[in-house]
């Protein structure tokens, strides 16, 4: 099994910035494509970053295009992600998860889910 475990959150000020961590524990994850997530209150969750096991395939959504920045390391099992430029809109609890194979924007393809951390942007 892989356990995922987000850090990083916090409460940041609109154009302001943060990263977050997701570190992973069980087996490696080198082989794995690993995605965040996002969920706002009263909101279904939603897509936001997916990078390839080996770092090459991106892929962001619209709404963070430009703004954030997916990244990983797999000597330390871990991804990343680089938030620039927040808004108000991007508040909401953001997950890490992974799956074996191939990038994907799908989330029910996503096998294992980290337990969130809180972003809150102030206005």
């Known amino acids: 099994q892989v356990q995922l475990v987000e850090s990083g959150g916090g409460l940041v000020q609109a154009a302001g910035s943060l990263r977050l961590s997701c570190a992973a524990s069980?087996?490696?994850?080198?082989?794995?494509?690993m995605g965040w997530f996002r969920q706002a209150p009263g909101k279904g969750r939603e897509f936001v970053a997916v990078?390839?096991?080996?770092?090459?395939?991106?892929y962001y959504a619209d709404s963070v295009k430009g703004r954030f920045t997916i990244s990983r390391d797999n000597a330390k099992n871990t991804v990343y992600l680089q938030m620039n430029s927040l808004k108000p809109e991007d508040t909401a609890v953001y997950y890490c998860?992974?799956?074996?194979?191939?990038?994907?924007?799908?989330?029910?393809?996503?096998?294992?889910w980290g337990q969130g951390t809180q972003v809150t942007v102030s206005s």
């Open positions: 069980g087996r490696t994850v080198s082989n794995y494509a």
């Open positions: 990078i390839s096991g080996s770092g090459t395939f991106l």
């Open positions: 998860a992974a799956k074996s194979g191939p990038i994907t924007r799908v989330i029910g393809a996503y096998d294992y």
